[in-house]
């Protein structure tokens, strides 16, 4: 059975940090490019960032770049996503999401954790 | 970017209806385009591939089509159960992008 389960979230204030992690059971996750993908409440979905199989590529949307940076423990079959200087307009549920590489059809995803930036 | 529009926003239908949901991209992506189903409190769950192609699991009655820039989502004989938003996504250039997203209430 496949699992994605997320972790790390919460309540942070803004300008703080924030690290996300995603432990992944059931298919070959270093064979996977893994996503960040987000959903503001009671809005739509929005890509946030991609990482290779090998963590040798990286992408970024143009909301969070320069302030996320995602990373991955093949031997921990773990995703991480590093958020800092966190604004109120990141506040949403934060979606780990496996594909087979970065211009594909995302096939499993986490359930989800809340962050909420809030002073 | 490539930006994805969705059509309609919200759709309340009667069960055993047809249902047709359109996303236009703003740029041609061949058959780069994915459609999934968000139920309340779920996470979204892979619908149609590549445009048109069906996913193990998924009951025949979900379908699509298109190519380009225009594409379609049908739902034929709609049922309670498909009570849900669904949204289209694109894979074909970075950023990938998601459309609004066409939410679907039952009558």
Redesign the interface.
Known sequence: EVQLVESGGGLVQPGGSLRLSCVVSGFTFSSYAMNWVRQAPGRGLEWVSVISGNSGSTYYADSVKGRFTISRDNSKNTLYLQMNSLRAGDTAVYYCAGANNYYDKIDYWGQGILVTVSS | ?IVLTQSPDFQSVTPKEKVTITCRASQSIGS?L?W?Q?KPDQ????LI??ASQSISGVPSRFSGSGSGTDFTLTINTLEAEDAA?Y?C?Q???????????TKVEIK
Do not use: I, M, V
């Open positions: 970017e780069n994915h999934y968000q996470s979204p769950k892979l591939k590549y938003a949204y996504h894979s074909s250039r970075l950023p990938q992008t998601f459309g609004p997203g």
